[in-house]
């Protein structure tokens, strides 16, 4: 599987604490995930008050909680790593096509990224809000991308990045990792490029 092309935000795998791709991934109680060593040395400053929180969402726990490797998470990682998939937008598709503003009224511009946590395209203009204010921290943003309900799985809500060969149709990472595991993957730039040379 090359990942030519291909380009998915890294962020959605990241921790929250050192900021870079998760590595030997844990998910808490409350279901945020981290690296496990990041998690008990954040954890490690905790031991004198005997609370623990989650530093995303401050939810506190009384008896530090165990945590066990997330193989999913664990597993995905590895897929991103095998395709190659980066977030740097600079290494992104350079054949993109004008993508209009969705939050301009009347004369659209030209959007100049993607959340794809409001599913909404912006031009520069509009996208400040996600850019300075704290609230819009998490969100995931993107090369700019038209259709986007067309873009999801709907099974998982993750953006369609690679095209599974055994069933013929296109599935996200969280497919790859379960009902299509052992499936013929390739990335839809990939399959694109073989179905046009037929």
Known sequence: MEGKGLSVSADRYSCSVCREVLKDPVTIPCGHSYCMRCINDFWDQSDKEGTYNCPHCRRTFNVRPEINRNTVLTEIIETLKEVRVDASPSQSCAEQVDVPCDVCPVRKRNAVKTCMTCMISYCETRLQPHKEHGAYKRHKLGEPTGNLEEKLCAKHQEVLILFCRTDECCVCLM??????????????EEERERRQVR
């Open 175 to 188: 497919c790859l990792v379960t009902e299509h595991k052992s499936h013929d993957t390739v990335t839809l």
